[in-house]
């Protein structure tokens, strides 16, 4: 079959209260503290009771449910700090549910999700309903970001305080951006007033409108109205100079760009506290992959030159970009299936983020470690998550996969409700074993 | 009617504009002399003849109801003749000027002009153009000198000084004229002061001014002997200094709980008009125990005695009239 993915085990090896499980066999890897050895792990209940290369050395005691890992990567559950799950609102798109399973499929256990559902979570009451669904759901832990303006309008504040206090762990517009200078500006400034984060969709509006591709040559063949890479890099600049007389923190969410990648490393070596990430499209594919007019490939931002991505990766490497996230937009077939200008933005992500990011792993960009952290400990620390870790007592989010595991990508067998995958076709390596949440694997490869 | 002596010294400046600059000794004279005041005003025969003959006009370009019947009480009290002229029935509806508006007051020999305006700086521009004394009533968000002196008065009666009290000013301190002045007074006389806001509230460089900022009630309470309170414009919501009436009072309006930090006696302040329920609880307000709002009120009209006095002893020309 090829594909990574298997039934959802929700009854197979479902440890009980207090129940005990040892991966045995694994290569242990906790990339926040360089963690990266021949060992075993153990959960008891919900949290991980102890790992390293002497446990279980001997023997496991009979009491023990065993998984054998065979040798492959045991990892800390991926943090993806950019996800549009689409309920509440638009339901036929994707739900807490179904963006659960999908990220379950994908080795993730802590999902932040974006503001941009009908009712807009620029409400306690939102915030709260978020939580609760996805307690409900029981798969990957959620955590919303709330809106930066009422409505996502892009005129009034949000209440970000109190929103804070409702849980919402940082604040954006979603996929627009804050565009007025002023509104951003008091933004940060009042976000800096909390500690609170402001996370922009950096993209300068005036300049994309009935944009549908990256502006330049295959645009021009296509006959595409382009988008400029200087919305971004414009965007980019003018909030790094807010940014700066407000004192506050910002991160820009998926860099697609050489120039805004250049612009947020002389930001850090100027010593502003912006971070930044990006998402698998951006270091994997370019415009190219527009091809014949495949709106699978309509992304926001759009799939930019060869040296934009060649930049991206550059950023990866070098540390200018702090995370990697999924940016997870499902779009049903009708916002797909049409003409290339009216089709919908927006491509699936959850299932392919670990596979796809593996790529800089095999192509020898990145250590496979510094992967990993990329994808739990860093995103997880840019927004203060308790995640991303393997910790003593801490909760027992793991995902085991193999690096080398071959598959194709093939839309029609994503769990995700919508199937918009842009690496459709794609050959990819890295398979997802088992994804455990709080102790529960909450999805297992059918090996063999 | 039994007269008051005569001011020990006089007052060194033609007007007064502002706080910023005056000395210690010169805040204290006015500060002494209205103490005096405070008990004329308590006794039944309240009039004096200290301003008999001169003329004081209260010219208001800005609305206000307890800063004008404050200085209009003031004058009266004191013998002097007081006009009202506010913006609805001035000419400055018909174009006029604020030079050509101050020009023709100036040509009825008022001898005090006690000036109100909506920008910063109009009053000191007015200033240099009449050739009687002049009084800011609160000019923009530049200073309100008045004010911050019935504060102090209120503090001092309170706590017999100013010195080493550890002051909270809190809330809209960026569109604040009384923050201002009380900033310049308090720290002249020995007072140290934070400031509390949200971030949007607070000014450019607001340290430089040699206060402490906070963002956080809690924080900035703890151990400050006096809070004093501002009001907060709702139309400053819409501009996006904050995002609602709830979060705002959640985080920043003065309860019980807030207070707590602050020390058990601290006093609370306010220069009124008050927004119950936006930037204080009403219970808070109304605590005799604690709450000045009320004493704060009758110290102005003192204060405001003690300043048309001593700039209408001071004007030379009025002197040569006198003779």
Same mark, same amino acid.
């Given at each position: ?39 075993? +792990? ?18 496991? #005691? ?16 991926? /943090? ?26 994908? =080795? ?6 974006? #503001? ?25 832990? /959620?955590?919303? $970001? ?14 970000? =305080? ?42 300068? #509006?005036?300049?994309? /409108? ?31 100079? +807010? ?9 820009? *969410? ?10 947020? %490393? ?17 270091? *994997? ?13 309509? +992304? ?43 089709? *919908? ?7 392919? +983020? ?6 800089? $792993? ?36 793991? /995902? ?21 995958? #842009? ?16 102790? %529960? ?8 | ?9 006089? !007052? ?45 006009? &209260?010219? !208001? ?44 007051? &100036? ?141 705002? !009072? ?37 605590? !005799? ?24 002893? &001071? ?6 009239? &006198?003779?």
């Amino acid at each position: 079959m090829g594909n990574a993915h298997g039934d959802n085990t929700r009854g197979d090896n479902q440890p009980r209260d207090g129940d005990r499980v040892a991966y045995v066999n694994a290569r242990l890897f906790d990339p926040a503290s360089g963690l990266d050895v021949a060992g075993s +792990l153990l959960t008891e209940g919900e949290t991980i009771a102890d790992f390293g290369p002497e446990l279980f050395a001997d023997a496991v #005691p009979d009491d023990v449910i065993v998984v054998d890992c065979a040798g492959s990567c045991l990892a800390p559950g991926l /943090v993806d700090i950019r996800v549009q799950v689409r309920e509440p609102g638009e339901e036929h798109k994707g739900t807490l549910l179904s963006a659960g399973n999908a990220a379950s499929a994908g =080795g993730i256990t802590s999902i932040v999700c974006l #503001p941009n559902t009908d009712p807009v979570i620029d409400d306690m009451s939102v915030v709260e309903f978020v939580a609760r669904r996805a307690r409900k759901a029981g798969l990957a832990k /959620v955590y919303p $970001y709330g809106a930066v303006t009422k409505g996502l309008a892009g005129a009034e504040l949000a209440e970000l =305080g109190m929103l804070a206090e409702a849980g919402a762990v940082a604040f954006t517009d979603g996929v627009r951006a804050v565009a007025d200078a002023q509104v951003m500006r008091r933004a940060l400034t009042y976000a800096a007033t909390f500690g609170l984060i402001i996370v922009q969709h950096p993209e300068e #509006p005036s300049l994309v /409108v009935d944009g549908a591709m990256n502006e330049g040559e295959t645009a021009t063949r296509l006959g595409l109205i382009g988008l400029p890479p200087a919305a971004e890099t414009i965007m980019v600049e003018r909030d790094l100079r +807010l940014l700066e007389i407000t004192d506050s923190r910002l991160h820009i *969410a998926h860099l697609s760009t050489a120039e805004a990648v250049d612009a947020v %490393r002389r930001a850090k070596a100027r010593g502003l506290a912006v971070t930044c990430d990006t998402a698998p499209p951006y270091f *994997a594919l370019n415009e190219t992959a527009v091809g014949d007019y495949r709106t699978f490939a309509k +992304l926001s931002p759009p799939l930019r030159a060869e040296k934009d991505r060649q930049a991206v990766v550059e950023g990866l490497k070098d540390g200018t970009i702090d995370a990697i996230a999924s940016d997870h937009a499902p779009q049903d077939e009708d916002a797909k299936r049409l003409p290339f200008a009216q089709a *919908a933005f927006g491509g699936v992500g959850l299932e392919t +983020l670990l596979a796809v990011s593996l790529e800089l $792993y095999h192509n020898r960009h990145l250590e496979l470690a510094e992967l990993l952290r990329l994808l739990t400990s860093a995103p997880a620390d840019l927004l203060g998550l308790d995640a991303g870790r393997l910790t003593k007592g801490g909760a027992a989010d793991l /995902v085991v996969f193999d690096p080398d595991g071959a598959w194709k990508v093939d839309a029609d067998n994503l769990r995700s409700k919508s199937k918009n995958s #842009p690496f459709d076709g794609r050959p990819v390596q890295g398979r997802i074993l088992r994804t455990v949440v709080d102790g %529960r694997a909450v999805f297992a490869a059918d090996v063999g | 009617m039994n007269e008051v002596a005569p001011a020990p010294q006089p !007052f060194p400046h033609r007007h007064l504009l502002g706080i910023e600059g005056l000395s210690p000794d010169e805040i204290t004279l006015l500060l002494d002399r209205a103490e005096i005041y405070v008990d004329q005003n308590r006794q039944a025969d309240k009039k004096k003849s200290v301003l008999r003959g001169r003329t004081i006009i &209260n010219l !208001f370009f800005e609305a206000s109801t307890r800063t004008r019947t404050s200085f209009e009480l003031a004058g009266k009290r004191l013998g002097g003749d007081v006009i009202n002229m506010s913006v609805s029935t001035s000419s400055i509806k018909k174009g006029e000027t604020l030079i050509d508006t101050s020009m023709t007051l &100036n040509a009825m020999h008022p001898d005090v002009l006690v000036v109100r305006h909506p920008d910063s700086g109009a009053v000191q521009l007015l200033a240099e153009k009449v050739n009687c004394a002049v009084i800011n009533a609160g000019d923009g968000s530049h200073e309100h000198p008045t004010q911050a002196l019935l504060d102090a008065l209120t503090i001092r009666r309170r706590r017999g000084r100013l010195q080493g009290l550890l002051v909270a000013i809190c809330g809209d301190i960026v569109h604040s004229r009384v923050a201002r002045s009380n900033i310049h007074l308090l720290q002249t006389m020995g007072a140290r002061v934070r400031l509390i806001a949200p971030r949007t509230l607070i000014p450019a460089e607001a340290e430089r001014l040699g206060v402490e900022v906070f963002d956080d009630m809690a924080v900035g309470l703890e151990g400050c002997d006096i809070v004093m309170m501002l009001r907060l414009q709702s139309e400053r919501m819409h501009a996006n200094f904050f995002p609602s009436i709830r979060e705002y !009072f959640h985080f920043f309006g003065l309860d019980y709980e807030k207070l707590e930090r602050a020390k058990e006696d601290a006093l609370i302040m306010h220069p009124g008009p008050m927004n119950r329920g936006v930037e204080i609880d009403s219970v808070v307000a109304d605590d !005799f125990g604690r709450s000045v709002i009320r004493e704060q009120v009758e110290m102005g009209v003192a204060v405001r005695m003690a300043c048309l006095e001593l700039l209408s002893m &001071n004007q030379p020309e009025l002197t040569a009239r &006198n003779v």
